[in-house]
């Protein structure tokens, strides 16, 4: 039982660890972690933005309304709670958004730009920001936001430490997309507090010329990443993260996103390179924003 809607997201930590046991052969675990099970936007996106909502709002914010740049989950997961505390979104995406996205914000009642960013960089958050501010609009921009980080070290990265220690486990490898860098970063600071330089954190990035959702190429400077020493970055094509979304699939049963199977790629690639030890893949979202283009891909 929840009292209200934001229990469900606070009350239902931590998310889902799970053993993926196609992947584990002896001397190698495979963990995944299920964001999706987050329920505003199915994805790991809502721990910042209530985060972010929640520190504006104890500080005794006055503004109604909200400007954001979003891919997409950020903007579901901010449409959703300000619904809840009854504010207005204002969501600036990218060029070519996925249709179910820009469907998903206008049924919860957000006005949606479609802007010619071919994606979010610097300059466009930067936009939306002084827009923002000469509408008197409230910005939280969750790519300098400290809150973003905040939330992931105090719940995500934590979880992981504490699921896996809960069976007498440790992880050698943990596997991330970087997008923000708020999740990287923090699950990278908890680990090396925790066990130090045994852990070793692996970035992924969309292939050059690729568009992935939730992810972004590390020239895009997010502003935490710069304070993690990833043991390796991997480059994942569209393609290739569809193509993981159909073998995650097939072999787990799980409907995760392509973030996810790009994340999934790259684990592929760092466990033929390394061999044993306990990996953790860090799972975003889920894939039905992006049945249609998966589908395509598996038709091609």
Not at 131 to 158: C, D, G, R, S, V
Not at 208 to 224: A, C, L, N, Q, Y
Not at 236 to 250: P, Q, T
Request: hydrophobic share 40%; with cysteine.
């Amino acid at each position: 039982m929840y009292p209200d809607t934001v229990s469900l997201l606070k009350d239902g930590w931590p998310t889902p660890l799970v053993r993926l046991r196609s992947e584990c052969r002896e001397g190698r675990e495979v963990w995944a972690k299920l964001e999706f099970y987050n329920p505003f936007s199915r994805s790991v996106k809502d721990r910042p933005v209530w985060n972010m909502l929640r520190r504006v709002l104890e500080a005794g914010e006055g503004r109604r309304v909200v400007y954001e740049a979003t891919s997409g989950n950020v903007g579901i997961a901010l449409a959703a709670l300000c619904n809840v505390y009854g504010l207005k979104l204002k969501a600036f995406l990218p060029r070519n958004p996925p249709p179910v996205t820009v469907k998903l914000l206008k049924i919860l009642g957000a006005e949606v730009v479609e802007t010619d960013y071919e994606t979010i960089t610097p300059e466009f958050w930067r936009w939306v920001a002084e827009l923002a501010e000469k509408e008197e609009a409230l910005n939280l921009n969750q790519f300098e936001n400290n809150a973003n980080p905040e939330i992931h070290y105090e719940t995500l990265a934590n979880e992981i430490v504490e699921q896996l220690e809960a069976i007498g486990r440790k992880p050698d490898y943990v596997v991330a997309g970087i997008g923000t860098s708020g999740h990287i970063y923090a699950i990278y600071k908890r680990l090396r507090e925790r066990y130090g330089e045994s852990v070793k954190v692996v970035g992924v990035q969309p292939a050059p010329g690729s568009r992935i959702p939730g992810i972004k190429r590390v020239e895009t400077k997010p502003k935490w990443l710069r304070n993690v020493e990833l043991y390796a970055l991997f480059d994942v094509s569209f393609e290739e993260a569809a193509l993981g979304v159909i073998e995650v699939a097939r072999r787990e049963g799980l409907l995760v996103g392509l973030s996810s199977g790009a994340v999934y790629q790259a684990y592929k690639r760092l466990s033929a390179r390394e061999g044993g030890g306990t990996y953790v893949l860090v799972f975003p979202d889920d894939i039905f924003k992006y049945v249609d283009a998966v589908y395509a891909v598996l038709q091609a």
